[in-house]
T-cell receptor, first 116, second 115 residues
Framework: GAVVSQHPSRVICKSGTSVKIECRSLDFQATTMFWYRQFPKKSLMLMATSNEGSKATYEQGVEKDKFLINHASLTLSTLTVTSAHPEDSSFYIC????????????FGPGTRLTVL | AQTVTQSQPEMSVQEAETVTLSCTYDTSESDYYLFWYKQPPSRQMILVIRQEAYKQQNATENRFSVNFQKAAKSFSLKISDSQLGDAAMYFCAYTLGTSYDKVIFGPGTSLSVIP
């Protein structure tokens, strides 16, 4: 099956700094990538939908200036958490879809962000 | 708006027994996809089974099968011969017919398998 990687898998940063998380589709071209946030024992909360070469579409309540998403190519999307605060600590998951392939999403392994 | 509901926050099953996880959804669309995803302690999301709404036949994947009731907007997952490795969070999910459409997840059911 299609493989999606995320880097880093874990990151600890100081409050006020910015953190970049990369999401790559390793063996396919992703027409659309999605970014989710997941709190412990909760479901995935969609943050934004990212299409290559265009601006991301953010879900209601998600600050686009806080969570910068760039989808520069068909295999790479990045999420930058700017001026991170402890409340941004969470598990972030990306996924990618291939047009016309049963609409399945292929998920990355996730990134655990801890802001001190 | 589309919603997905899983009414069982937690379930448990004896090893080798069968368990059914419930899922209902709300939509006014006729063409859509339904999924069950498994999230083990590693937190990697794994696709368990997929159902296209236009197909009347229930999907099956080895020990996993679904009971898809389109009129009732119900999509339950049956796990037969439960194994210890089946212990995980299970999420029911819904999406429309294009790759640009977002996937809506239910709140999840935590499944424990008792040896």
């Amino acid at each position: 099956g299609a493989v999606v990687s995320q880097h880093p898998s874990r990151v600890i940063c100081k409050s006020g700094t910015s953190v970049k998380i990369e999401c790559r589709s390793l063996d396919f071209q992703a027409t659309t990538m999605f970014w989710y946030r997941q709190f412990p024992k909760k479901s995935l909360m969609l943050m934004a939908t990212s299409n290559e070469g265009s601006k991301a579409t953010y879900e209601q309540g998600v600050e686009k200036d806080k969570f910068l998403i760039n989808h520069a190519s068909l295999t790479l999307s990045t999420l930058t958490v700017t001026s991170a605060h402890p409340e941004d600590s969470s598990f972030y998951i990306c996924s990618a879809r291939i047009a016309g392939v049963g609409n399945e999403q292929f998920f990355g392994p996730g990134t655990r962000l801890t802001v001190l | 708006a589309q919603t997905v509901t899983q009414s069982q926050p937690e379930m448990s099953v004896q090893e080798a027994e069968t368990v059914t996880l419930s899922c209902t959804y709300d939509t006014s669309e006729s063409d859509y996809y339904l999924f069950w995803y498994k999230q083990p302690p590693s937190r990697q999301m794994i696709l368990v089974i997929r159902q296209e709404a236009y197909k009347q036949q229930n999907a099956t994947e080895n020990r996993f099968s679904v009971n898809f009731q389109k009129a009732a907007k119900s999509f339950s997952l049956k796990i037969s011969d439960s194994q210890l490795g089946d212990a995980a969070m299970y999420f029911c999910a819904y999406t429309l017919g294009t790759s640009y459409d977002k996937v809506i997840f239910g709140p999840g059911t935590s499944l424990s398998v008792i040896p």
